[in-house]
């Protein structure tokens, strides 16, 4: 299985704008932000990332809140830390950032914020642009034949906007989740018409015929975008 899913990676890199050398790799965290913390926290994350220190963290960072769940997840907001390459990682977890800003923020978040999940995870087709989109929506996969999918995912890509994204989970996932499909626009609105238009080209009914049998989708979430920091 680990070899199948290795060569996977390797074709969708292959035609994707990721170069092997510098494969990226991103954190996100699911967590509750309490209701009367919410300002607060977005506050202090702002002061942090748009301080000298937060301006050189090696990361692009989005905070969205969660807009649609199954009401199995009772995680309020998303905290994603999207690094170029594994390099970015090296000092992950080693603490509060060396500002007071940086204590500041960490000090909100133990007082307002619960960390229900983190999942490390590696885009395999992806546009770093599309971070500033206002509305994501989220499946989460269970992909058990990833060649066959993978075909099917780049030609529906390629025949409907081209800016559907697929990730790889590597640690934290749910039970059975081993893959993520992601669908990016500037709002909700934008979003349902770019859906419309996708089923009406009958594209959706060619790729689920392709990828029959190779995957199933285990839950989705919705997420409207708060802020994005370092996306230069």
Same mark, same amino acid.
């Given at each position: 299985m680990k070899k199948i899913i290795l060569t996977l990676a390797m074709l969708l890199l292959t035609i994707s704008n990721i170069q092997a050398q510098e494969k990226s790799y991103w954190a996100c965290m699911a967590v509750t932000v309490d209701n009367w913390g919410q300002t607060p926290f977005v506050d202090a994350l702002d002061n942090f990332m748009n301080s000298q220190v937060g301006?050189?963290?090696?990361?692009?960072? =989005?905070?969205?809140? &969660?807009?649609?769940?199954?009401?199995? @997840?009772?995680?309020?907001?998303?905290?994603?830390?999207?690094?170029?390459?594994?390099?970015?990682?090296? =000092?992950?977890?080693?603490?509060?950032p060396p500002s007071m800003e940086g204590l500041a923020l960490f000090m909100t978040i133990d007082e307002y914020v619960e960390f229900?999940?983190?999942?490390?995870?590696?885009?395999?087709?992806?546009?770093?642009? #599309?971070?500033?989109?206002?509305?994501? &929506?989220?499946?989460?996969? @269970?992909?058990?034949?990833?060649?066959?999918?993978?075909?099917?995912? &780049?030609?529906? #890509?390629?025949?409907?906007?081209?800016?559907?994204?697929?990730?790889?989970?590597?640690?934290?996932?749910?039970?059975?989740? =081993?893959?993520?499909?992601?669908?990016?626009?500037?709002?909700?609105?934008?979003?349902?018409?770019?859906?419309?238009?996708?089923?009406?080209s009958g594209a959706v009914e060619q790729f689920q015929s392709v990828i029959s049998g190779s995957a199933d989708i285990l839950f989705n979430v919705g997420f409207n975008l708060i802020k994005s920091y370092n996306t230069d």
């Open positions: 301006q050189l963290m090696p990361y692009t960072v =989005t905070l969205s809140e &969660v807009a649609f769940t199954n009401g199995n @997840d009772s995680s309020t907001h998303q905290l994603c830390f999207i690094g170029e390459n594994a390099a970015s990682f090296t =000092t992950w977890g080693s603490g509060p229900d999940q983190i999942v490390l995870g590696s885009p395999l087709i992806f546009d770093p642009t #599309n971070l500033s989109n206002g509305f994501t &929506v989220v499946w989460a996969m @269970d992909v058990s034949d990833p060649a066959t999918y993978a075909n099917g995912f &780049v030609e529906f #890509n390629n025949s409907t906007t081209g800016t559907f994204e697929l990730h790889e989970a590597i640690i934290g996932a749910k039970d059975g989740v =081993t893959h993520y499909f992601v669908a990016r626009q500037s709002d909700l609105g934008a979003w349902l018409e770019a859906r419309e238009g996708v089923f009406a």
